[in-house]
């Protein structure tokens, strides 16, 4: 039976989190850049370097405006760089005659976006390399003290009964599962399992009972297919579970303590990071976060509290990326206009053909965050109720194992029991909110997907 593909998300529908984050929230991101860019120019010495910075400013508030004026997009028109190709052929493509900022298809005009952004900062040598967005992001992480924390002094304690006696299948089974509600939600503020002084103590009711209390806000959950997939490599010589970046900062820290638990397990030998080669969505992860994130942990400033616990911390992860136990890659794939049903062996123009060889290679492809969720769907407007593995069109045919966790926190959702939309519908409006659909973009409920790549 085929499936009618639904349209894409645009931003003049007034039901849609589209319609908020064009005309209230790009606005603001353009104009903390300005800010940035203004207190950074009197950091440099050299007289071209801050008459680039000018530059820079001047186009900014120029975009600022624009988005303010609705006005038409234009083609970026830049043979010198390749990948922005890809972003005229779409806009070339596109049903209507003319686009505007609100009033084009969301997924496209984010990511369009940022590109422009960035290239702004590309075509001034002294500001090419320079993340307008890396201020706001460390000092995000530093505002997480509590969680940091919390971690790193259960990690270090799990570490040390971890190497006294190696807990059975049921507790590591459990244990997964907290580690990746503590990655999927990006807090720390109820570690259920990890707060227990013994692993025996797992599987005591209370900490049934914080498990319970934190799924019930997980509309869709998958994770027993992830874990029987991890389960069923565990003879295999080579273990690989693959991560494809959201967050730098705390959540990031979050993707790498869960990948150490992964690693001092056994249950696999590699992860790699799959990370964005440029400044993306305000607060994505580069190469150099992860790096960076390493440094900020060991600022006595920042963070002065249990230093042996940190220190342990960090010690464990440089060890892990020294040995090639953690891999860190990047690719200009994840920073294109597309969506993911272009990582296919089909899409040889962009390099979706190789992100679909290099993934090939994970036993388990973890994908983090909204924005990733929404290019696994396309970011249309399924049914709430459509299955997740027809919502990500080819990609459930792909010979790839995804596994999505997702905080929602934009429009596009998919594998809801039936009914379970229209019942938060109701219940978003009874809190005294206008538009029942945006309970969806509220960052209070999650999705845990799965796909085993193999059309099931």
């Given at each position: 039976m085929s499936i009618k593909v639904p349209k894409h998300y645009y931003n003049n529908d007034?039901?849609?989190?589209?319609?908020?984050?064009?005309q209230e929230r790009w606005p603001v991101i353009v104009q903390n850049a300005v800010d940035d860019v203004t207190s950074e120019l009197n950091k440099f010495n050299s007289k071209e370097a801050k008459e680039q910075g000018k530059i820079i400013v001047a186009q900014l508030k120029d975009l600022k405006q624009k988005l303010i004026n609705?006005?038409?997009?234009?083609?970026?028109?830049e043979p010198n760089v390749p990948s922005l190709n890809s972003y005229d052929e779409t806009l070339q493509?596109?049903?209507?005659?003319?686009?505007?900022?609100?009033?084009?298809?969301?997924?496209?005009?984010?990511?369009?976006?940022?590109?422009?952004?960035?290239?702004?900062?590309?075509?001034?040598?002294?500001?090419?390399?320079?993340?307008?967005?890396?201020?706001?992001?460390?000092?995000?992480?530093k505002s997480s003290t509590f969680g940091i924390y919390e971690l790193a002094i259960q990690y270090r304690e799990f570490k040390k009964q971890l190497d006294a006696r190696k807990p059975n299948l049921d507790s590591l089974e459990l244990l997964f599962r907290e580690f990746v509600?503590?990655?999927?939600?990006g807090n720390a503020t109820d570690l259920s399992l990890l707060a227990n002084a013994t692993l025996e103590d797992i599987k005591s009711v209370q900490g049934a009972e914080a498990r319970k209390k934190s799924e019930k806000n997980i509309l869709a959950?998958?994770?027993?297919?992830?874990?029987?997939?991890?389960?069923?490599?565990q003879k295999n010589d080579q273990k690989r579970v693959d991560f494809v970046l959201d967050n730098a900062g705390f959540e990031n820290y979050t993707?790498?303590?869960?990948?150490l638990f992964l690693l001092d397990t056994g249950m696999v030998n590699t992860v790699v990071f799959h990370c964005k080669t440029r400044p993306w969505m305000v607060s994505d992860t580069m190469i150099k976060d992860v790096h960076l994130l390493l440094s900020d942990l060991q600022n006595l400033e920042w963070f002065p509290e249990h230093r042996i616990d940190l220190d342990f911390l960090v010690s464990e992860i440089s060890t892990h990326l020294k040995n090639g136990k953690i891999i860190l890659k990047e690719s200009e794939f994840w920073?294109?206009?597309?969506?993911?049903?272009?990582?296919?062996?089909?899409?040889?123009?962009?390099?979706?053909?190789?992100?679909?060889?290099?993934?090939?290679?994970?036993?388990?492809?973890?994908?983090?965050?909204?924005?990733?969720?929404?290019?696994?769907?396309?970011?249309?407007?399924?049914?709430?109720?459509?299955?997740?593995?027809?919502a990500i069109d080819g990609l459930n045919k792909s010979g790839l194992k995804l596994f999505a966790l997702r905080t929602c926190k934009a429009d596009v959702c998919c594998g809801l029991p039936k009914g379970k939309n229209e019942e938060l519908c109701e219940y978003w409006r009874s809190l005294g909110n206008e538009v029942g659909e945006l309970w969806c973009s509220s960052g209070k409920w999650a999705v845990i997907s799965y796909s085993d790549g193999n059309g099931a």
């Open positions: 007034p039901t849609s989190f589209a319609f908020k984050t064009c609705d006005a038409k997009i234009e083609p970026f028109n493509k596109l049903p209507e005659s003319e686009i505007t900022w609100l009033t084009g298809p969301w997924l496209y005009l984010e990511c369009y976006l940022y590109r422009l952004i960035n290239l702004f900062f590309l075509k001034q040598s002294h500001w090419s390399d320079f993340d307008v967005f890396e201020n706001l992001k460390r000092e995000t992480f509600d503590i990655c999927l939600w959950n998958d994770l027993d297919q992830a874990w029987q997939q991890l389960l069923s490599i993707d790498l303590i869960l990948s920073t294109l206009d597309l969506d993911y049903w272009n990582i296919s062996p089909l899409e040889t123009k962009y390099g979706g053909n190789l992100i679909h060889k290099e993934l090939l290679h994970s036993d388990l492809v973890i994908i983090k965050g909204d924005l990733n969720y929404r290019k696994l769907t396309g970011d249309r407007q399924w049914d709430r109720s459509t299955p997740f593995t027809v």
